[in-house]
Nanobody, 126 residues
């Protein structure tokens, strides 16, 4: 069973940066897709970025140009570097995992992940 644990959230002023981390364990597949999404209470989850274990990252328009997703397989850790944050970025950020390549779980408008962490809160003040 895959276990995902996020950290790195917190409070930051507008224009600031944060780096989120997601330590994972229990991955049995050598090929897998991982991603970051965010959710504001009462609203739908919004994808931010995904990355294949051996491929290129893919960013959605929500934070494109302000975030970088990376994966350190030696540390079993997924990262999300976020820059130029603004109050609209306030949300709970969660990491996700799915075996197989990202293209295999893409359904036209998003990626279908079934394994999620608990999330870490990011609050951006103006």
């Amino acid at each position: 069973q895959v276990h995902l644990m996020e950290s790195g959230g917190g409070s930051v002023q507008s224009g600031g940066s944060l780096r989120l981390s997601c330590v994972f364990s229990g991955v049995a597949s050598s090929t897998y897709c991982m991603g970051w999404s965010r959710q504001v209470l009462g609203k739908e989850r919004e994808e931010v970025a995904v990355i294949d274990v051996d491929g290129s990252p893919d960013y959605t328009d929500s934070m494109r140009g302000r975030v970088t997703i990376s994966l350190d397989t030696s540390r079993s850790t997924l990262y999300l570097q976020m820059n130029s944050l603004n109050p609209e970025d306030t949300a709970t950020y969660s990491c996700a995992y799915e075996p197989g390549p990202c293209g295999q779980i893409y359904y036209g408008t998003g990626y279908f992940f079934q394994n999620w962490g608990q999330g870490t809160q990011v609050t951006v003040s103006s």
